[in-house]
């Protein structure tokens, strides 16, 4: 397919009331890089790669030694009573002071427990993916609906255009009615129905103007920027018509959200082993240092202290947990057959808006050069049937109907254009190949 590229009308900008250098200056490049930096909702997916990025960790993951230090001091004040086979040792105290201090350092490392630690580092690391893909897909998502906002503004720009020079056609109508009245070749109904016209296209415009004020308010919400910001927008719109279907459906496989919904299978997979592995036994390997120190006023012993290293291995075996291990495994399998179907119609969605989409496409660059072409000649036929009124050749009708086709025109081949640059975009965005 040729490249196609119908340039639109170059917008026109309005002054009315406003100051040139009120306003600022936006192209579509600007609009983008503002858009992505200050865009919230790319702001909230970059929160989350941020903590799933954080969460990938063998910490998290657990497979780093847990260490803990305690201590503890009683003092106690108690009676001590004490008999002998020789009732002449017999001992009777009250107020007798004691103090036990326990002092120690722990750490505990996993051996094994059915590979539960590597499986949960590997999902950890297949969250922060899947993080980076919605953020991608969020991007492409910013980008095209600026692009969208962006190009509806230049749309309604060159609708503006198109009223504009009607109305100079009308203003034009007008002057020679008024000229042909002051030499009595002319009636009034002509220079009434002429003034009406005129007034119609003038309310069209100011109508028209309240358009593109909206227009650019949406695309300032999406730029983040104050509802009230005087922004200046001079574009044509240019379609690529070197766009094929197969290229889209080849490259639509590389979609971040479509990604995303791949990349849930394989972190609901390692969910499933997760859960199996808390049915295998744990083994634990411990070490530390131990102080204990015992202090008493009276009594066999005044003091008692024990302190030094320890090391040992503690096993676990889950006998019974009342099946609960089992049923989580087994919703964790009917999760990730859900992952799965989710995916498939994720895909199938994919490749169904694909096709839709690149039928409007196709269709539109189809009528472009025909489009373009009659433009083209209700452009001449209204210069034309312009020239034979003022000689006297043509009648009002015939210029009011060459204004009509003119204006007819001038709106289609906008619309057709906008919306093949539309379907573009859309394509660009599904096949991951919008750039910003």
Known sequence: MQKIFSSLLVVIILAQGLSAQAQQKVTLKDAIQIALKNSYDIKLVESTVTISKNNNDYGVAGALPTVSATGNENKTSSTLQQQYTDPTRNTTKSGVDGTSITA??????????????????????????????????????????????????????????????SIDASQERLDIIKAKQKIGVANEADYLQSSLDLNALVQAKQNQVLVIDQAKGDLLNTLVMPANAEITITDSIFVDGTILLKDVLEKSAQNPSLQSAEQQIKINQLIEKETRALMYPTLRANTGYNYNSSKSAAGFSLLNETYGPFLGVNLSVPLYMGGASKKGYKNAITNTLTAEMQYQSALARMNTNVTKTFQS???SVKQLPTETQNYQMSQALLNLVMQKFQLGQATIVDVKQAQQSFENAGFRFVSLVYTAKIAEIELKRLANQLAF
Request: glycine letters at 4%.
């Open 104 to 165: 120690g350092v722990t750490a505990s490392v996993v051996l094994f427990n059915g590979y539960r630690i590597q499986t949960t580092k590997e999902r950890l690391a297949a969250l922060e993916n899947q993080s980076n893909s919605l953020l991608k897909a969020q991007m492409q998502n910013t980008t095209a609906t600026v692009m969208q906002q962006y190009y509806n503004i230049v749309r309604q720009q060159a609708y503006l255009l198109t009223i504009q020079k």
């Open 361 to 363: 496409y196709q269709t």
